[in-house]
C-alpha cells in the first residue's frame, strides 16, 4: 500500500501500486470517471480515474460518494490533465465503507470552521483541519529535537498535583469524594477522606516539578497537557492546552531569554522547511489577510527586542490611539497593549522583562535593584501577544518565604519545594510556551479551538 504523500514527493515509481482512503469527490460521465482519493498524508489528493464499464467499480459506483472509503489497484502514471502531476488508472476497486449522501454532514462544499467544531469527530477529514493537524504534529517532533539536541531530560510532569502553580486558582479538582450521593453535602468537606488523603487538582503547569529535576539534570523540559479552568471563552484560551517548560539551572534571565528567542526561531525555520505544502495551503485561507509565509520567515530571522516593563508602560502612554483599559504602571498588560508594542510599537517579536512583583507569581525572583519588579520575561509577538511567559526563580530561601506569606501560600504545603532552596540551591530560569499559540501563529488560524484537534473550552468537552 502506498501512501498519497509519498506519490507526490516521487518517491513511488510509475506501475502498479495499492491505494486506499476517503473520497473527496466522484465525477462520473459516460467514458471516464474520476475519483479524488485522500488518506490524510498530504493537502492534495490523488486522482483516480476509472472506465465506467470496469465490473468492480460498475457494481458500487451509486455508493461511492464524499466520505466513503475504499481500497483500489491501478497503473500509477504522469498525468496529461491540469492539476496534478500523477493519477492511477485503476484495474479493481473495493468499497470498504460507504457514506450516506443524504446523511454524511460533510458533503463536498466547503465547510465554515464554527460547522467543522459542531462536528469533532469529523472535523480531521477537512483540508483545513487535515493540514493543521500534519503541521502540530510536525512540530511537535520539532520540539522534541530543538531540546535533545541540546542536552536538555525530557521530563514527564505530573498530570495530578496538589500545587497551583500560577496561584490564580484555575485548578480543576480530582476528586473520589461521593459527589453524586444525595446525601453528600459537599459542606465542611474532609479532603483527608479522599483519594490523595488532601485537595488535589490537574496541573496548571509542570514547572515547579521541572524545577525539582533541574536542580538534579541542570537542563530539562516538560512538553504535556496542562489544564485551567478560567471562564475566559475568548480565542486564545482552552481549558486544556499543551505547554512546553524548560528549566535551567545556572541561568539568569538573560540565558533564558536567548534560549527562548532560539527556539522560537528553530521552531520557525522547521515549519517552513517541513511543512512546505500545509503552510501554503493555509496562507491562501479567506481568514489570512497577509502573507504568512513571510511572517514565519521573519519570526525565523529577526533579532527579537528587550523592553522593559517600564519602557512598556511609556510606550503604551506615549501611544496616539486610546485603550479599553487604562495604562499605569502596575498594571498588567492586556491583549491591547500586548499587540500595539509588538505590532506597532517594536513591529517585531518582544520580550517584556522585569514586570511588578504584584502581578506576578510566587516564584519569580526579586530584583535587588528594584525590589517590586521581578525577573520575569513574556514574549509578545505581532497577530497574537503573548506566547510566552517566564522568569529567573527566586533561588534564595529566606526571600522565597518572606514572598509566600506575603502571599498567604502555605509554606507546609509547598515545604517539598521549598527543599530545592535549602539543599544545593542555584540561581535558575525557565519558561512555558503555548503550544497552541505557536500553532496559531504559524498556520494562521484565527482560533485557538482549531489548532488542537479536541479543544477543551467551557461547556465543552464532549467526542
Ligand atoms: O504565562 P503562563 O501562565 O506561565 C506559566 O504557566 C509558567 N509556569 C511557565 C514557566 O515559567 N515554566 O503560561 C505560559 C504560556 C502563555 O504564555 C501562553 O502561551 C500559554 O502558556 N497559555 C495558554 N494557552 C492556551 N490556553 C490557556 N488558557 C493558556 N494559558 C496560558
Ligand atoms: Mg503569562
Redesign the pocket.
Known sequence: MVRISAIHAGEVSPGLVRCSGWVKTHRQSKNVSFIELTDGSSVAGVQLVLDPKLSSYASVAGEISTGASITCEGELRASPGKGQKFEIEVSSLSLIGSADQEQYPLQKKGHSLEFLREHLHLRSRSNTIGAVLRVRSELSFAVHEFFRDRGFLYLHSPIISTSD??G?G?VFRVTTLPIEDPSFSGKGIDYQQDFFGEKAGLT?????Q?EAVALSHTNCYTFGP?F?S?N?NTT????E?W?I???MAFCALEGNIAVAQDFVQYLAKSVLERCHDDIAFLSKRDWVKYDLEELIRHVGESDYEVLDYGEAIAALEGASRSFEFPVQWGMDLQAEHERYLTEEHVKKPVFVVNYPAAIK?F?MRSRDDEPETVSAM??LVPRLG??????QREERLDRLTARMEEMGLSLEEYSWYLDLRRYGSVPHS?????????LMYFTGMQN?RDVIAFPRYPGHAKG
Open positions: 502553580c500560577e490564580a484555575e496548571v503547569s509542570g514547572q515547579l521541572a496542562t485551567r478560567e475566559s486564545r484560551h482552552l481549558a492546552f505547554m517548560e524548560p528549566e507569581a516564584y513574556d514574549l503573548e506566547l510566552i511567559g517566564g522568569s525557565g519558561f512555558g510556551l503555548g503550544f497552541e499559540r505557536l485557538i
